[in-house]
């Protein structure tokens, strides 16, 4: 499955025996699945099965779907003329014409007058309102097709930025690693030195105490657990963007560890270098979560 963005716009253009259909249907960010109608008067009959047509087609986002209906400009309507009427309303005419000398009547003039002309209307039958509804919904069916291509094509696009994020907290995560700083000679040695000149500065320490709490502050400060962590998010996050479909909030929920395993980074780190690291990843991180938010 691919990802989906949470954001897109389709309009889809219809007819049905000489019934214009248009629906008009976007979608924005939401924490789930939220619908908003807008149905001209007598179709409110729709509602439910447009409702439920959505919450099954996609699992996140505030969706706003419109319809219009018309009459079709390819719709042909025939007049109907009360041939009764307008013979005695053209008798009527002629007779004052004769009587009072006005001014005889014009074919367009009776024509205009009400009860004449009328068009015929068309009465709805279930049949027929049925075979309506199955158009419209076909015709939606057509607009959510374009509205999930909408949402794919931007899902596409947030997929390689999300990728590049990866990438760059694996590299990260492997400078940490690999920092000089965390090397067991350098740390023995920086110890070392840290001891002597407490030891310098005061005669009365307890050396074998003080060489305790130095090996407990380095058990402290390692970040191994942290590094392989990270490292352990990483796959999961490709994985995740692997494998597609609906990953909004699970890769939500890798975001806050990735921040977690960041900041407890920089709190063990006891080298600048590493601390360095350490905010750089902060900063990914919040990229990463933010372009997150975007996905279904």
């Known amino acids: 499955m691919n990802l989906q963005s949470m954001t897109g716009f389709a309009r889809v ?8 259909i248009a629906w008009e249907v976007k979608s924005v960010n939401g924490k789930s699945v939220e619908v908003r109608l807008r149905l001209p008067q007598g179709f409110e009959r729709l509602e439910p099965v447009v409702r439920q047509t959505l919450q099954k087609r996609f699992a996140r986002g505030n969706f706003q779907a419109t319809l219009t209906i018309g009459r079709a400009a390819s719709a042909q309507t025939q007049p109907v003329v009360n041939e009764a ?10 007779r004052l014409q004769e009587q009072f000398g006005v001014a005889p009547a014009t074919a367009d003039g009776l024509l205009s007058l009400r009860g004449v002309l009328d068009v015929a209307e068309t ?47 694996e590299t990260l995560t492997l400078r940490a690693e690999a920092d000089p700083s965390r090397d067991t000679a350098a740390i023995r040695e920086r110890i070392a030195e840290q001891v002597r000149l407490l030891m310098d ?11 305790m709490e130095a090996a407990f502050l380095a058990t402290k400060a ?15 996050g490709r994985a995740l963007l692997e494998g597609g479909g609906a990953v909004g909030r699970k890769l939500d929920f890798l975001a806050q560890e990735f921040n977690r395993e960041s900041n407890t980074l920089c709190s063990k780190s ?25 996905l279904e």
């Open 123 to 169: 009465i709805e039958t279930e049949e027929v309102r049925a075979a309506l509804d199955t158009s419209i919904m076909a015709a939606l069916d057509v607009a959510l097709n374009g509205l999930e291509q909408a949402r794919q094509g931007e899902g596409a696009a947030l997929a390689v930025l999300l990728s590049g994020h990866i990438d760059t907290i």
């Open 270 to 294: 006891n080298a600048a270098a590493v601390t360095a690291i350490g905010l750089e990843l902060k900063a990914v991180v919040d990229q990463f979560r933010e372009q997150v938010q975007n």
């Open 201 to 211: 500065a005061s005669a009365n320490l307890d050396a074998s105490r003080l060489h």
């Open 13 to 20: 253009v219809a007819e049905h025996d000489g019934t214009a």
């Open 222 to 236: 390692d970040i191994r657990e942290e590094i392989d962590r990270l490292k352990t998010h990483v796959a999961s």
């Open 85 to 94: 009427f307008l013979k005695d309303l053209a008798g009527l005419a002629k």
